[in-house]
């Protein structure tokens, strides 16, 4: 399908945040031209035009850590700090978990992502198949991450899944990891370590998320903390990165530089579960690249990408008592640009020519995005998702004005969610 979006205003995230007047122009999936329109290609039968109506165009959000089919805990583990969290309540419903759940429970929080302009997602959970399967039958984007621990799975079957699920779907792609330190055996990890340098790549696990979980570490393993034990087994050194990131010092930091790691901060997550404020003013002053998840459902409990970018904001700002940290154009950049990037998905972090059609509409005659002083600060600080007109993934409108275009009845989804809740746990 080649469409044409005009008469938009676009954020192009391409290495600045300034807005510009034109039109898009879409082959396919892939986006040809971003420009004024003077010199826009003209031959094309267009079989979609929207009209923007002097609307925002801009990448989607990157969800850059998550567990979608978590939906099925969506308030019933709640107000408890992480390891009894983990270990009293979800664990044990997860052992219920088949393939079908996974299915279902994935479109759920795929329709959810949508209407919080969320084009793409890393999700670390269980039955890939069905995750993919997911996506592909939604037209989503997914970045798989395995979450491999000592209670399920094994470094063959994360080797398969890494090779299957990387040559399987436009949609679909796959990282190597693993669930945490506190989790894997020291063999478990030291063979990740190994698969990473035989496939030169990069790897991905929960890090530093609480002070308990950096005490136990160190006690296990002579005082290192996860970052340092980590690095020492040579887990870093082909990239990837740690999801919350929320106790870390100054050589863990130094070891992310040196190992160009990403840090993903959740902050929704880690306030309800208390587990602290990520430092992320230090983060960016040291020039580690940052990106934003929501986490699981169970623990945050939307998926909602303009709420956890106010809180990564205000938070650092609170953290640091200084009002003038962690600005809106950083957060932005986290949010979308560079959380592609710290997915692997590095045609999709920008709007620009041979880029991924993967963007959004904002709705700017809402009274929240009045008036216009600063339209970057608008959606940071101001945002809702009530401003989220459409969402577009690989060429294709999924979401527009309320309304969904996955291949399914959102009731049927929420009919079964709740049907599969009732009868399985």
Partial sequence: MNTRIYNARILTLDGETDVIQGEICIEGDTITYVGSGEDAPQALLWDCEIDAENNLILPGFKNAHTHSAMTFLRSFADDLPLLEWLNTRVFPMEAHLKPEHILWFSKLAIMEYLTSGITANFDMYFFPEQIAQASIETGFRTVMVSGLNNYGGSVEELEENYL??????????????IHAEYTCSDDLMKSVAQLAYKHSAPVYMHLAETEQEVRECQERHDGLGPVKYFDSIGMFDYGGGGFHCVHLDEEDIEIFKAHDLYAVTNPASNLKLASGICHTADLLAADIPMAIGTDGPASNNCL???????????????????????PAEAVLKMAAAD???????????????????????IDMKQPNMQPEHNIVKNLVYSGSKQNVKMTMVGGKVLYKDGKFDIGIDPEEVYAKANEMVRRDF
């Avoid at 609170?318 to 940290?325: C, F, K, L, T, V």
């Avoid at 990037?341 to 920008?350: F, P, Q, S, T």
């Fill in 164 to 177: 299957k699920f990387n040559d399987y779907h436009d949609l679909i792609s796959y990282q190597l990891g």
């Fill in 339 to 361: 959380g592609a990037r710290a997915m692997g998905l590095h045609d999709c972090d920008c709007l620009a020519p041979g880029k991924k059609a993967d963007l959004i509409m």
């Fill in 304 to 326: 909602d990408f303009f709420r956890e970018m106010f809180l990564v904001t205000g938070l650092g700002k609170i953290r640091e008592m200084d009002a003038a940290a962690v």
